[in-house]
């Protein structure tokens, strides 16, 4: 199956995009691994015909977005996000109703239909760096992880309103068996997504997002680290950072570790099958397109931007909100 995906892939001019939460072989023929945000900007450039996202529907749907004329295969169309979930259209709509003078950030876990109700688009690695761009004077909503706003709003000292979701992998770390890890290993250095809740992230040592927790233990001394988030990223550890030991958090229950299980439905028959039959292929309608392509463009800019040029960018957003 690895040798007919390779070999479709170089027929087609297709490109696989692996989220770091994917199963290892997949990771491992992909040709981009990355985080939400890395995997957007690369869809963003790709110069292939196909785009084969080997991540959940949020994520495909997002690199369809961004590339209308591509053809987006994403391999199990199952493949959703607790996230996306917990932030219906039409509830969504009517929190923007009741705050019409709130500019709307939301994590990019979320539909294509709330992207077309926000404003600004991030992600963890972007969001506090979105959010200082920001005037304080400017009330703002920020949707739908309750855990990683409280996170940004505590980096950031503005306030915010928080819409009530959460990622269903990140709520299940156990405080108390992190605690237990910390006494068996405690020279181990504990590193924790922001997505975690706040009693898990007073434990870690650092706090990133997936992209930069990677990065972290290779830059760290430390030679031990406990890991709270998806298991999946031990894979990309274990190869950057040769020698160093990777103990994954365990979540409230007798797993020894934490895995998303939307991810894990993407396995590598579905790969091959999606390459071979050419779905399932995601559409997005033109005009749904193009309101949720706007806040992720703001994303983009927002996360490179100097400060002339992220003034320039909020100015351009119309409060009060209207519904479109």
Not at 183 to 188: F, G, K, L, Q, R
Not at 203 to 216: D, I, K, N, P
Request: glycine letters at 4%; one cysteine or more; aromatic letters at 6%.
């Amino acid at each position: 199956m690895v040798r007919e995906i390779l070999r479709m892939k170089e027929e087609q001019r297709a490109v696989i995009l692996a989220h770091y939460y994917q199963d290892a072989i997949i990771q491992d023929i992909a040709d981009v691994r990355g985080d939400s945000f890395e995997l957007s900007r690369r869809a963003r450039e790709t110069d292939a015909d196909v785009i084969v996202f080997a991540g959940v529907h949020f994520m495909a749907e997002t690199a369809k977005i961004l590339n209308p004329d591509k053809t987006v295969l994403l391999p199990d169309m199952n493949a959703g996000c607790s996230l996306a979930e917990s932030a219906p259209a039409h509830l969504f709509r009517r929190f923007r109703e009741l705050h019409p003078d709130h500019l709307a950030v939301t994590y990019i876990n979320c539909t294509a239909e709330v992207k077309a109700l926000s404003d600004i688009i991030c992600t963890s690695s972007s969001a506090e760096r979105i959010l200082r761009h920001i005037p304080k004077e400017i009330p703002v909503l920020f949707s739908p992880d309750k855990n990683l706003g409280r996170y940004v709003r505590q980096r950031t000292g503005r306030p915010m309103l928080l819409w009530e979701g959460v990622c269903t992998v990140h709520e299940q770390f156990s405080e108390q068996r992190i605690a237990s890890l910390r006494d068996e290993y405690p020279d181990a250095e504990v590193i924790a997504h922001p997505e975690c809740e706040e009693a898990v992230l007073r434990h870690a040592h650092f706090v990133g997002s997936t992209s930069a927790l990677l990065q972290y233990v290779q830059d760290s001394a430390a030679q031990r680290f406990i890991v709270a988030t998806e298991a999946g990223i031990l894979h990309q550890m274990k190869l950057h950072a040769p020698g160093k030991e990777f103990i994954p958090a365990p979540p409230d229950n007798q797993c020894a570790c934490n895995v998303c299980d939307y991810m894990k439905v993407n396995t590598l028959e579905k790969l091959y099958l999606c390459l071979r039959d050419r779905r399932p292929e995601i559409t997005v309608s033109d005009a749904l397109r193009e309101r949720a392509l706007l806040p992720i463009e703001r994303m983009l800019a927002l996360a490179t931007a100097d400060e002339a040029e992220a003034v320039r960018i909020i100015a351009g957003i119309r409060l009060p909100w209207r519904a479109t």
